[in-house]
C-alpha cells in the first residue's frame, strides 16, 4: 500500500468519492429492495375482479396491469417514465462506477498512514475487507446488471451471493472504523 498524503486521514478527493459510494450504494439498496422482486404486477383492487367490479373498472385494472408488465419487461432508460427498477439500474451502473474509479483513484493519490488507533490484526481487518467491498462494488452491479440484460435467473445465485458477502465485509468494516478517533480520518 503507498502512503501519501497527511497522517490526520484521507485526501478531500477520496473522501468525497468514498461518501458518495455509500450514498449511491445505500440508495441503490432501498431501490433495489423497494422492488417488487416477486415482478407481481397485479394492482391494488385486482382481487375484486370479475363479478365485483364494473366493465370499466376491469378495464382500468387491466391497463394498469400491462403497464406494469410492459415496464418489467424493457428497462428503457432514456424513454421517459423512470420507474424504481430502472432507477436501480441507473444507481447500479454509478455505483459499479464508482466501484472502477475508487481503486484507480486509490493509486495515484496513495494512502494516508495506519491510525495508531488500530492494532495490528485490525489493520489486516481493514486492509482485506476494503479490498473485498471494493471488489463487491463491480461484482453486485454487475451481476445485476448481466442478471436484467440475459434475463437468465441463473445469475440470480451469484447476486444475491455478492450481496451477503458485502453485508459481511461492511459490517466488518463498521466493526473497525466506525470508532471516533478512526473515523475522523474519513470526515
Not at 112 to 115: F, Y
Given at each position: 500500500?503507498t502512503?501519501?498524503?497527511?497522517?490526520?486521514?484521507?485526501?478531500?478527493?477520496?473522501?468525497?468519492?468514498?461518501?458518495?459510494?455509500?450514498?449511491?450504494?445505500?440508495?441503490?439498496?432501498?431501490?433495489?429492495?423497494?422492488?417488487?422482486?416477486?415482478?407481481?404486477?397485479?394492482?391494488?383492487?385486482?382481487?375484486?375482479?370479475?363479478?365485483?367490479?364494473?366493465?370499466?373498472?376491469?378495464?382500468?385494472?387491466?391497463?394498469?396491469?400491462?403497464?406494469?408488465?410492459?415496464?418489467?419487461?424493457?428497462?428503457?432508460?432514456?424513454?421517459?417514465?423512470?420507474?424504481?427498477?430502472?432507477?436501480?439500474?441507473?444507481?447500479?451502473?454509478?455505483?459499479?462506477?464508482?466501484?472502477?474509479?475508487?481503486?484507480?483513484?486509490?493509486?495515484?493519490?496513495?494512502l494516508?498512514?495506519?491510525?495508531e488507533?488500530?492494532?495490528?490484526?485490525?489493520?489486516?481487518?481493514?486492509?482485506?475487507?476494503?479490498?473485498?467491498?471494493?471488489?463487491?462494488?463491480?461484482?453486485?452491479?454487475?451481476?445485476?446488471?448481466?442478471?436484467?440484460?440475459?434475463g437468465?435467473?441463473?445469475?440470480?445465485p451469484?447476486?444475491?451471493?455478492?450481496?451477503?458477502?458485502?453485508?459481511?465485509?461492511?459490517?466488518?468494516?463498521l466493526?473497525?472504523?466506525?470508532?471516533?478517533?478512526?473515523?475522523?480520518?474519513?470526515?
Open positions: 500500500m502512503t501519501t498524503g497527511d497522517a490526520r486521514g484521507y485526501r478531500a478527493s477520496q473522501k468525497a468519492l468514498h461518501w458518495l459510494t455509500v450514498l449511491a450504494v445505500a440508495a441503490q439498496l432501498a431501490v433495489g429492495y423497494l422492488l417488487d422482486l416477486d415482478g407481481d404486477c397485479d394492482p391494488a383492487g385486482e382481487d375484486r375482479s370479475g363479478g365485483d367490479t364494473s366493465d370499466a373498472e376491469e378495464e382500468r385494472l387491466d391497463r394498469l396491469e400491462d403497464q406494469c408488465e410492459a415496464r418489467a419487461d424493457d428497462y428503457d432508460l432514456l424513454g421517459g417514465g423512470f420507474d424504481l427498477a430502472e432507477l436501480h439500474l441507473a444507481l447500479g451502473l454509478t455505483v459499479l462506477a464508482l466501484g472502477v474509479v475508487r481503486p484507480l483513484w486509490r493509486r495515484v493519490a496513495g494516508p498512514p495506519w491510525s488507533h488500530l492494532s495490528a490484526g485490525q489493520r489486516r481487518l481493514v486492509h482485506w475487507t476494503e479490498r473485498a467491498l471494493l471488489l463487491l462494488l463491480v461484482v453486485v452491479p454487475l451481476s445485476g446488471i448481466v442478471l436484467v440484460a440475459t437468465d435467473d441463473a445469475w440470480l451469484l447476486h444475491v451471493g455478492a450481496h451477503v458477502a458485502f453485508f459481511v465485509a461492511l459490517a466488518a468494516h466493526s473497525t472504523n466506525l470508532r471516533p478517533v478512526v473515523l475522523r480520518r474519513m470526515l
